[in-house]
């Protein structure tokens, strides 16, 4: 029996959010193999994954994806319950992540509990929970209840990516990136804001119930 447009976009959007793990313990493998396995993860290993512009971006275009897909095929009524569900999806693995993290990082350290330095120099293992924690939090419980109002989404959200355009700027300087790893996250977060902003309207049209006229 074919599967339904709706269940195949649930599938599509549980795929994206899994993609993230999948492709860094994909990689991490792979460089291991390379190098060749040993009873702790190798230090290189751990910080080749950590601290690779791609895989980051990757994963961030993975979760915004995911959302947008959620967001993009739910009706104004069901709207608010899908963009919770993306809310907790987005804490649970912000958590997963410092969790393997943390354990990745003390492997990496030879099994020694001096794993800060290690830690601290991988900068996506932190940067890309806070990313989830911050997105979570932008469309957290408070901003839905104003969603069962009306569809606030395409209003907040643009606001929020443009705003934070230039804070993530300086924070990924701060963070020692590249500057042109730093300049395309920003400009990547601004122009996403201002698409929504811009397009937000003409989604949140077609999203409308179609009221029948009365005769």
């Known amino acids: 029996m074919p599967l339904k447009k709706s269940e195949m976009m649930e599938d599509l959007i549980f795929l994206l959010y899994l993609f993230p793990l999948f492709l860094n313990g994909l990689y991490a493998l792979y460089l291991w193999f390379q190098r060749g396995i040993t009873l702790s993860l190798p230090s290189e290993?751990?910080?080749a994954v950590t601290k690779d512009h791609a895989i980051f971006l990757m994963g961030?275009?993975?979760i915004v994806a995911a959302l947008i897909i959620e967001v993009r095929m739910s009706p104004v009524e069901s709207r608010a319950v899908n963009v919770g569900k993306n809310v907790s999806r987005m804490r649970v693995l912000?958590?997963?992540c410092v969790v393997t993290s943390l354990i990745s990082t003390w492997s990496a350290s030879g099994y020694s509990l001096s794993i800060l330095d290690i830690y601290l120099e991988g900068g996506y293992a932190m940067l890309y929970p806070a990313f989830l924690l911050f997105?979570?939090?932008?469309?957290s419980s408070p901003i839905?209840?104003?969603?069962?109002?009306?569809?606030?989404l395409f209003d907040l959200l643009p606001i929020v990516l443009i705003v934070f355009s230039p804070l993530s700027?300086?924070?990924l300087w701060r963070l020692g990136l590249p500057s042109s790893?730093?300049?395309s996250i920003s400009l990547l977060i601004f122009i996403a804001g201002i698409a929504i902003l811009l397009y937000g309207p003409k989604l949140k049209e077609?999203?409308?119930?179609k009221v029948k006229q009365e005769e």
């Open 169 to 171: 700027l300086y924070m």
């Open 135 to 139: 997105l979570s939090l932008a469309l």
């Open 60 to 62: 961030v275009l993975a």
């Open 206 to 209: 077609k999203s409308k119930p």
């Open 94 to 96: 912000a958590y997963f």
């Open 181 to 183: 790893l730093v300049f």
């Open 45 to 47: 290993v751990y910080l």
């Open 144 to 152: 839905r209840k104003f969603l069962k109002l009306s569809p606030i």
